[in-house]
């Protein structure tokens, strides 16, 4: 494993400063309606060629975050009962995340896909099925990859191509080959593993998520975090958790791709 980048925020300018550094974007703050919310910190533009497969879970290499900077992902929606409760934490809070969509469900549920997408968050790609990719011929994961990418395309903007217009894919199950890591590579497309688990494809409740990845996260110090949203312990546990962040110091880094820019709420 690589070893992060520990360096200390402690104002916007140190924020610039580490964006100038790091070859990243920091967005212009916008205002949020709550004044105490903890808010989006910074928008971190993450350039295919330059970061072609982060998490370490996966990889040997992560995004260049700063002590206590988290970033937010989702996998396995549109899932309306619980997404939209995910969406509202997110809301209540000023904050942005990620979300991988499955194809799939993003077929059914084409609103849902254009509400996350229109309430500022990043749409990256989960594949249509959600296979275990390592063990199906490798013609059939590209094709079921292909075709995940066109339903959501299809349900964000009504046109079905398999050029993203977001290119951040996560592998299901985190279950990749080298053969096709290196075509995605090839195709300009990130491969997004985490750095640290909420683990909430186990059963357990709100509570012990909430102390399960707040302790993950107090060892970690940083780090891409995957939650799921089609999960109700998730949905339930989410307000508690950016409550957690606030409390706790720590700051919202939403990615886009190189080239888009979105605004930021800073809070603080």
Not at 114 to 135: C, D, L, N, Q, Y
Not at 149 to 159: P, Q, V, Y
Not at 166 to 191: H, K, M, W
């Amino acid at each position: 494993m690589t070893k992060i980048f520990r360096l200390e925020w402690t104002s916007i300018m140190s924020g610039a400063a580490l964006a100038a550094l790091l070859g990243v974007s920091l967005c212009d703050a916008a205002e949020c309606p709550r004044k105490d919310a903890l808010g989006t910190s910074r928008v971190l533009s993450v350039d295919a060629k330059t970061f072609p497969r982060v998490g370490l879970k996966s990889f040997p290499q992560t995004l260049p975050l700063a002590d206590r900077e988290v970033v937010l992902t989702f996998d396995d929606g549109p899932h309306p009962p619980t997404t939209s409760k995910v969406l509202a934490a997110l809301a209540q809070e000023c904050v942005r995340a990620t979300f991988f969509l499955i194809g799939q469900h993003a077929s059914q549920y084409p609103d849902m896909v254009k509400r996350i997408a229109r309430e500022g968050h990043t749409v990256g790609h989960h594949s249509f099925t959600h296979p275990f990719m390592g063990h199906i011929p490798f013609e059939k994961a590209i094709a079921d990859i292909d075709r995940g990418i066109a339903a959501d395309e299809m349900a964000l903007h009504g046109a079905s191509t398999t050029t993203p217009s977001t290119p951040f894919f996560r592998f299901p199950y985190f279950e990749s080959t080298q053969a096709l890591l290196d075509l995605l590579q090839s195709r300009g497309i990130a491969v997004f593993g985490a750095d640290l688990w909420a683990s909430d494809w186990e059963e357990m409740t709100p509570e012990q998520q909430l102390k399960l990845v707040t302790e993950r996260l107090a060892a970690s110090g940083r780090g891409i975090i995957l939650f799921h949203d089609n999960k109700a312990q998730t949905a339930a546990m989410m307000p508690a958790f950016l409550r957690y962040l606030r409390e706790n110091g720590y700051r919202v880094v939403h990615i886009v791709p190189a080239g888009k820019s979105q605004r930021s709420a800073d809070t603080r």
